[in-house]
């Protein structure tokens, strides 16, 4: 055969044209042997273990942000109660200029009205017979006072 006759013969493909592409890349599926494995997913296992994973984050991230609020509720009752036994404490008999820092002791006379004193609770002797012990207190930076001790019915001598 000439040249002629091989450039003017048209390549006539036997494989069913309905049966190939042009673009194999955009085929569902592997076209060939070396082609990638591709599987259908079954779209409620997927969509299941995603729930699962969603409920499990977020219920462990709220646990963790009810941590906190109990952690800060507690905060602010230990606030409060420090704010209202300073109120108290203030409204009391104080006969000197208490230091931040230091620890004094908080008395109820026979009387019924209140004693800030320096003096502890053993350390009166039959000098102090006239006073209930009622707690021991901490002048905080904040000018606030902190319990240390308290007697059994410290709250109904407050």
């Known amino acids: ?16 044209p309905d049966k190939i592409t042009l673009n194999p890349h955009s085929l569902e599926y592997g076209h060939h042997a ?8 079954d779209q409620g296992k997927l969509t299941s273990r ?19 609020m109990q952690l800060l509720a507690e905060q ?10 300073s109120e108290f404490i203030y409204q009391t008999e104080i006969r000197f200029e208490p230091f931040i820092n230091h620890t004094y002791h908080l008395y109820k006379r026979d009387q019924g009205n209140h004693l800030l004193s320096m003096v502890g609770p053993t350390q009166w002797g039959k000098s102090g017979q006239h006073l209930k012990f009622i707690a021991t207190v901490k002048l905080l930076a904040d000018h606030t006072w902190d319990i240390i001790e308290k007697s059994e019915d410290f709250l109904t001598n407050v």
């Open 34 to 41: 070396g082609s990638a494995l591709i599987k259908p997913e």
């Open 1 to 16: 055969m000439s040249q002629k006759n091989k450039e003017n013969k048209e390549f006539i493909n036997p494989i069913d």
């Open 76 to 85: 602010a009752k230990r606030l409060q109660d420090r704010k209202q036994i």
């Open 50 to 68: 995603a729930l699962n994973a969603m409920e499990h984050q977020t219920d462990m991230q709220l646990g963790q942000i009810y941590e906190q």
